[in-house]
């Protein structure tokens, strides 16, 4: 039979073998369940503690667990919400004359599960996202105070959602009684009609449950364009969190003027703060995503292997990137083979043969100068001309149709333009080339010769 004294006696020891952050947020919240036939019960509070225990901290708890109760211990972790109340819990006052542990770093009340991976220590930074990570950083750091609402926009598979559970994290890390919500938009739409069929109180309680949050993590807010009582819900839930200086941060795949049918008033409230894009990951940043990867999941990669990769391998998703590595490890494992260039170009043959041109930006502008008889010096210049500034707009839109470059990167090789003016050059080439059949002609031969 395990006592309370014993069982804070064991945490104590868990506490001594691992830093101090990672005890509050992982061990701590453990609670006694049993102790029978060797068998150690221990609760967990949710899911993914269980989860992150297990993959992490299991074999320190097996050695803990037999060091204290004096035999080897096997470990069942169990989620509480499945169990009976457990015998121990580490909220509950003891008498034992050991450590004193307040109660646990427990969320006072998790509004969508933050995914333990997720974390700004796992996140690879590089020239498109630095941006980005830092006003995340700065917001996690100061709630409610900084960059209030953070709209991260990009493509798919950049690390917007990482950003998003990397906030949730350190801010639950600083402040564990913080009610961090994270959701994203479409499950927001799904909740909400779900509450509107339930006559008694079910939209007050939906309505109560988001606006009296700390913070607001919504993942993918493009979702609720075109849906009208989602979006008068979520700019009511807006409103009411940024009155009492509560956190919002959102994601999404495009800038919010560019996403169709957002109304006008959610648009101007995303600009009230911080807006950073996070742009494709350079060569370099791939390679750190990939050795990053490896590390992780314990994958022998070389930096020969880890650049032939990254080069071959042409996307700009980052899951797509990672999920290229377990495809390698596992040919690998299965095939008892070391990882080499040489079972890389086996394992992605399909790929390398199928490799499209990587467009370069300076070709792009040569290409479309003299199509239309003028410089490239013309093009980057500040004329105004219109024999200047038409092409000059296509080469804008090409630019990012064409190649990873974001806004402001592509602002920056026309003499520093802001990210504005390119954002208004290819909305209107977007639209001309719509009914102007000559302009659509142009831009098809452009990118025909460009792709080669």
């Not at 949710?46 to 074999?59: E, I, M, R, S």
């Not at 105070?145 to 493509?155: D, H, K, R």
């Not at 989602?230 to 999404?252: G, K, P």
């Not at 791939?286 to 880890?306: G, H, S, W, Y």
Request: hydrophobic share 40%; charged share 25%; net charge neutral.
């Amino acid at each position: 039979m395990t006592t309370p004294h014993e069982w804070y006696l064991f945490l104590d020891d868990l506490k001594n073998q691992v830093q101090d952050h990672e005890f509050n947020t992982w061990l701590r919240p453990l609670s006694f369940i049993s102790r029978e036939d060797g068998l150690l019960r221990i609760g967990a509070p949710a899911p993914f503690y269980k989860q992150w225990v297990t993959d992490n901290y299991l074999p320190l708890v097996e050695r803990m667990a037999a060091f204290r109760f004096g035999e080897p211990s096997a470990i069942e972790i169990v989620v509480l919400e499945d169990e009976s109340a457990p015998a121990i819990s580490p909220s509950e006052p003891s008498s034992a004359t050991t450590t004193d542990f307040p109660a646990p770093a427990q969320p006072a009340r998790q509004l969508g599960g933050l995914d333990p991976r997720y974390t700004f220590d796992r996140f690879v930074v590089g020239k498109a996202n630095e941006f980005a990570h830092a006003a995340s950083f700065a917001v996690a750091n100061n709630p409610g105070q900084t960059y209030n609402p953070l709209f991260i926009y990009g493509g798919v598979g950049l690390g917007k959602t990482h950003l998003l559970h990397a906030i949730g994290h350190l801010v639950r890390e600083k402040n564990p009684a913080m009610q961090v919500c994270y959701i994203d938009a479409e499950k927001f739409t799904n909740e909400m009609i779900s509450s509107m069929r339930h006559q008694r109180g079910g939209m007050q309680d939906f309505k109560s449950k988001y606006r009296n949050v700390d913070m607001l993590l919504m993942d993918d807010v493009q979702f609720i364009a075109g849906k009208e009582q989602t979006q008068e819900e979520f700019f009511h839930t807006f409103n009411a969190l940024y009155s009492h200086q509560r956190q919002i941060v959102v994601t999404s795949d495009k800038l919010s003027t560019e996403i169709p049918d957002l109304e006008k008033r959610i648009q101007s409230r995303f600009e009230w703060g911080l807006v950073a894009d996070i742009g494709a990951p350079d060569l370099e940043t791939k390679v750190a995503i990939l050795n990053r990867k490896a590390e992780t999941d314990r994958i022998p990669l070389t930096q020969e292997v880890a650049f032939f990769l990254a080069s071959t391998i042409q996307t700009n998703n980052i899951r797509d990137l990672e999920g290229a590595l377990n495809k390698l490890g596992a040919h690998s494992s299965l095939m008892n083979k070391d990882i080499t260039v040489e079972l890389a170009k086996k394992v992605f043959a399909s790929l390398i043969n199928a490799t499209p041109k990587e467009i370069q930006p300076e070709a792009v502008l040569k290409a479309v100068a003299e199509l239309h008889g003028v410089k490239v010096s013309d093009l980057k210049s500040d004329r105004k001309h219109k024999v200047v500034v038409l092409p000059r707009q296509i080469a804008m839109y090409l630019l990012r149709q064409m190649t990873p470059l974001s806004y402001p990167d592509i602002g920056t090789r026309f003499g520093g333009r802001d990210h504005t003016t390119v954002m208004h050059a290819v909305k209107k080439i977007e639209q001309k080339i719509k009914d102007d059949v000559s302009l659509k002609n142009t831009v098809d031969t452009l990118r025909k010769a460009l792709e080669g």
